[in-house]
């Protein structure tokens, strides 16, 4: 009986008969099983969920730090889209929020091609499109979208917190730094169903800069 996460070899072999050490066959065969290993139909998924847990163990860490700082400036955008164009807030869709500008990476942001790469609708179930045009206003109280969606959204916000503390002048969002958010991303990166349409509800943020004497000062 094979474990149920691995599969038996179509053409077994005999270890004992390879020679151990010859002209380098060592250190080849080590490579040769090193990469079979790593090829494994079962690897992937298990090298997948422990890279997410290890990144999100590291930034839980950094983020729990930073939230608990007291230092610094606070930024808000208030509760409405209006107040958040008062304040000179930054509509990211991405997070479906409305950002505090000194905390809004405008270039991570337009890597990620969001309103080409998705679609976005007003109910769960029907095919009504929301238009980009109206998206980009950041006007809509909620949309729904796909799993694939979701799933960027999650890494785009692990993404923003390393590139901030990366910075000599550590900002970051309340969202970003949520104990709440990192456990509800850290769940979903590892569920295989992504096929749904996630909802999204519009979120006005709060953002913190703190000073900091060094570039990396959790290290």
Not at 30 to 50: F, K
Not at 139 to 147: A, D, F, P, R
Request: net charge negative; aromatic share 14%.
């Amino acid at each position: 009986m094979w474990p149920f996460f691995a599969h038996p070899p179509e053409h077994p072999k005999d270890d004992s008969q390879e020679p151990l050490c010859e002209h380098g066959h060592a250190s080849e065969k080590m490579n040769r099983n090193l990469r079979q290993n790593l090829t494994a139909p079962y690897s992937w998924p298990i090298l997948r969920v422990a890279g997410a847990l290890f990144a999100l163990i590291t930034l839980m860490i950094i983020g729990y730090r930073l939230f608990e700082s007291k230092n610094g400036t606070v930024y808000s955008c208030g509760a409405s889209p209006e107040e958040a164009v008062e304040r000179d807030c930054q509509f990211d869709m991405l997070s479906f929020a409305w950002v505090p500008k000194p905390c809004f990476d405008a270039d991570l942001s337009r890597t990620y091609n969001v309103y080409e790469a998705f679609e976005f609708f007003y109910h769960q179930e029907k095919p009504d499109k929301i238009p980009v045009e109206e998206l980009r206003k950041g006007i809509n109280k909620q949309v729904y979208t796909s799993g694939r969606y979701h799933r960027t959204h999650c890494t785009y916000a692990w993404k923003i917190l390393q590139r901030a503390v990366l910075q000599g002048y550590l900002l970051s969002d309340n969202k970003t730094l949520s104990p709440e958010h990192y456990d509800h991303c850290s769940y979903y990166l590892v569920d295989v169903d992504h096929s749904y349409r996630a909802r999204f509800t519009m979120e006005y943020l709060h953002c913190q800069t703190i000073p900091s004497q060094r570039g990396l000062p959790f290290w």
